[in-house]
């Protein structure tokens, strides 16, 4: 008879280790060596579709989401601010990545 797993546990463990595949490509493209970044970010996506954990959004903004290469301001990527919203384009596929953000008005209320 099989053990039934523990979800819970599983979850966690992914998450873990996606974070640590993000902290390791992020040092693997400071060094300059795009493509074992741009694999551990393929790893950790692998990962997280495996055991059905959503990245955190901090963590979708790094990569590109057509070509899968991880993003690294000014070295891949090309980042703008406009009135209302962030636009983030690929250096290596030219994908263009929009999402909106508001600034603080709190001083007005």
Do not use: D, W
Request: hydrophobic share 30%; with cysteine.
């Amino acid at each position: 008879m099989a053990r039934r797993r523990k979800k819970g546990l599983e979850r966690r463990i992914a998450r873990e280790r996606i974070l640590i595949l993000f902290r390791q490509a992020e040092k693997e493209a400071l060094r300059g060596n795009l493509r074992r970044s741009n694999r551990y970010v393929q790893l950790a996506r692998r990962i997280g579709m495996r055991y059905n954990t959503s990245l955190p959004s901090a963590l979708k903004r790094r990569f590109c989401r057509k070509c899968g290469s991880f993003l690294l301001p000014s070295e891949n990527s090309r980042v703008r601010l406009r009135s209302s919203r962030i636009t983030i384009t690929c250096g290596e596929c030219g994908h263009i990545m929009r999402m909106p953000y508001l600034r603080e008005r709190s001083s007005r209320r």
